[in-house]
């Protein structure tokens, strides 16, 4: 049905900056939302940032000053602006989508990317 590609991932420095991409694909008519989860170790799967089609964009309190979300909705993609990354930072990165498909306009469906590393360390 619908596949989510996640790139950009890597092992950067304490203060670095690192770019996530993601790119859906499938007979998608809309992605009502796209965005970012991650998941450290031992901790919970938590949303880091979402942006909606109509521009309304949420982030976590953590990453509100460092990190920037967008996406293009002509080609289904959105993309994470990484910026004066922290050991903390460190997790699995997970792509997700609320898309529409042709075959089921009626309603739409949630989609996970099977993840990207990102660790922070020295």
């Known amino acids: 049905q619908v596949q989510l590609v996640e790139s950009g991932g890597g092992l950067v420095q304490p203060g670095g900056s690192l770019r996530l991409s993601c790119a859906a694909s499938?007979?998608?008519?809309?992605?009502?939302?796209m965005g970012w989860y991650r998941q450290a170790p031992g901790k919970e799967r938590e949303l880091v940032a979402a942006?909606?089609?109509?521009?309304?964009?949420d982030y976590a309190d953590s990453v509100k000053d460092r990190f920037t979300i967008s996406r293009d909705n002509a080609k289904n993609t959105v993309s994470l602006q990484m910026n004066s990354l922290k050991p903390e930072d460190t997790a699995v990165y997970y792509c997700n989508a609320d898309c529409v498909l042709f075959s089921s306009w009626a309603f739409s469906s949630n989609y996970w990317g099977q993840g990207t590393q990102v660790t922070v360390s020295s």
């Open positions: 499938g007979r998608i008519f809309s992605c009502n939302a």
């Open positions: 942006i909606r089609s109509g521009g309304s964009i």
